[in-house]
C-alpha cells in the first residue's frame, strides 16, 4: 500500500474509534447552541476544512467561547458538567487527538519520526485530517440532533 | 516576498512552538502576575497593526505602548507591552536565525535584501504569536468576568 493510502486508512480507522466522543461532542453543542446559532457549527466546519494550521482552529473555538456564552455552556449530561462546549471541545482537539496523532504515528503504524522538519510536517498534515474528520462527525450529530428539536438533556433516544 | 518553503516552516513553527510560548505567555500574565486580560481596545489596536503593517513599524508600536505614561489603572498594559516587547526582540535577535532557521546564509545577497527578508520573516512570526495571544487573551478575559459576576452574585 502507498504511503498515503497508508494514512487515509489510518485516519479512516481513527475516525471509528473517536466516533462515539465525536456524537457526545455534537450533543453538547446541539444543547448549548441550539438550532438558533447552527451558523457557529459551519462556520467551524469551514474553518477546519480550509486551516492551514490546526491551531487556527484552536483560536478559533477560544474566540467563540470568548465572545459568546453559549459556547461556554455545561451540558448536564457530560460527566465533567462543568465545562463548556467550547472548552471541551479544544481540549478533545488539543489533547485526546495528539495522543490519537502520536499512536498512528508510531513505528508499529505510519512510522513517521519527530526530529525533522519534512516529518513535522506530515504529522501537522495527518493532525489537521484527524482533526476536520472529527469536526465533521461532530457537526453531523449537531445537525441530527437539531433536526429532531431534542437540543435538551435527556431529549434525545438512541438505539443500541 | 517570502517562499513557500519559508511559509510551511513558519505555519509549522506557529502549530507547535508559538501556539504554545502565546498562551503561556498569556497565563503567566493574568494567572501569576495578576494583570488584567487586555482590553478590548487593545486587542483590536494590536491586531490591525499586526495584520497590516510591516514589522519595523508594529515594533514601534509596542514600543509606544510600553513606554507611554499609563495611568495606575492602566499600568497592565505597560506590563503587557513590555513583555511582549522582550519576545520579539529575542525572537528577531537570536532565534529567528539560530533556532528557527529560517534566514539561509544566500551568498550575493546585498544588505538592504536582507533586511527586507528580516522585516517580512518577522512581521509573519509576529503576527502568528499575536493571533494566538489574543485568542487566549479572549478566554481569561470571559473566565475573569464571569468569576467577577458569580463574586457578585454571591454578596447579593
Known amino acids: 500500500m502507498n504511503p498515503e493510502m497508508k494514512i487515509i486508512r489510518e485516519v479512516n480507522i481513527q475516525a471509528e474509534n473517536f466516533y462515539n466522543e465525536a456524537v457526545k461532542l ?11 446559532h447552527r451558523s457557529q457549527m459551519t462556520n467551524l466546519e469551514n474553518i477546519a476544512e480550509s486551516a492551514f494550521k490546526a491551531t487556527d482552529i484552536l483560536d478559533y473555538i477560544k474566540k467563540q467561547t470568548a465572545r459568546f456564552s453559549y ?9 465533567d458538567a462543568n465545562t463548556g462546549f467550547g472548552e471541551r471541545l479544544k481540549h478533545y482537539l488539543e489533547h485526546r487527538l495528539q495522543t490519537t496523532l502520536e499512536n498512528i504515528c508510531g513505528p508499529k503504524r505510519l512510522d513517521i519520526g519527530n526530529t525533522t522538519d ?4 506530515e504529522r501537522r498534515r495527518i493532525y489537521l485530517l484527524l482533526i476536520r474528520q472529527f469536526v465533521r462527525q461532530m457537526v453531523v450529530e449537531y445537525e441530527y440532533q437539531v ?7 435527556g431529549g434525545k433516544k438512541r438505539e443500541g | 516576498m517570502l517562499s513557500n518553503a519559508q511559509l510551511q516552516k513558519i505555519y509549522l513553527l506557529s502549530d507547535t512552538i508559538l501556539y504554545r510560548e502565546a498562551t503561556v505567555f498569556m497565563r503567566k500574565l493574568v494567572q501569576e502576575q495578576g494583570c488584567d486580560p487586555l ?5 483590536a489596536g494590536l491586531l490591525s497593526i499586526a495584520e497590516a ?5 508594529l515594533h514601534r508600536f509596542v514600543l509606544h505602548q510600553r513606554d507611554r505614561n499609563w495611568p495606575p489603572s492602566k499600568r497592565d498594559i505597560k506590563t503587557f507591552y513590555a513583555a511582549l516587547e522582550e519576545v520579539l526582540s529575542l525572537m528577531q535577535r537570536k532565534r529567528l536565525k539560530d533556532e528557527f532557521r529560517l534566514m539561509p546564509d544566500i551568498q550575493g545577497r546585498s544588505e538592504s ?10 512581521a509573519r512570526l509576529a503576527r502568528e504569536f499575536i493571533q494566538h495571544l489574543v485568542a487566549e487573551n479572549g478566554v481569561l478575559a470571559a473566565r475573569k468576568a464571569e468569576e467577577r459576576m458569580k463574586q457578585r452574585m454571591n454578596r447579593r
Open chain 1, 26 to 36: 455534537g450533543d453538547h453543542a446541539a444543547y448549548a447552541l441550539k438550532a438558533q
Open chain 1, 71 to 79: 459556547w461556554r455552556q455545561p451540558f448536564p449530561e457530560d460527566k
Open chain 1, 118 to 121: 519534512e516529518d513535522k510536517q
Open chain 1, 147 to 153: 433536526s429532531l428539536g431534542s437540543a435538551s438533556p
Open chain 2, 39 to 43: 482590553p478590548t481596545s487593545q486587542v
Open chain 2, 53 to 57: 503593517t510591516r514589522y519595523d513599524e
Open chain 2, 113 to 122: 535584501e536582507a533586511r527586507q527578508e528580516l522585516d517580512e520573516l518577522m
